[in-house]
């Protein structure tokens, strides 16, 4: 009987999650035109990020090459939808949070 029931449910839940994956596309765009290549940073020897205010792009970050400034892509980005979904799955969850804050806190000099 539950079993049944549950086997009769499937095809909603199928509909709410079609309804929830474009719903969430929405945002992955959203989040891809916003952020799109903006999580990435220069870090220093120490995993440190480098102030904004000694490199202010990528170009910069490679040329003090020697100061070991390294150009660094984190793993939760928005440069595309499949990796804004994931990012937008792992915030919602609750998984990696404060990673994805962490990684975002070096818009604050760009905006």
């Known amino acids: 009987m539950v079993v049944n029931a549950l086997i009769q449910a499937i095809p909603a839940i199928f509909n709410v999650l079609l309804v929830c994956l474009v719903f969430w596309l929405i945002f992955c765009i959203m989040g891809v035109n916003l952020f799109g290549g903006r999580f990435e940073s220069c870090v220093n020897s120490s995993a440190e990020l480098v102030s904004v205010a000694l490199v202010s792009n990528k170009n910069d970050c490679l040329a003090k090459a020697h100061l070991n400034y390294t150009w660094e892509y984190p793993k939760i980005n928005f440069d595309h939808v499949f990796s804004a979904y994931l990012a937008l799955f792992q915030v919602v969850s609750g998984a990696v949070l ?9 818009l604050a000099f760009i905006f």
């Open 98 to 106: 404060s990673a994805v804050l962490d990684d975002s806190q070096v």
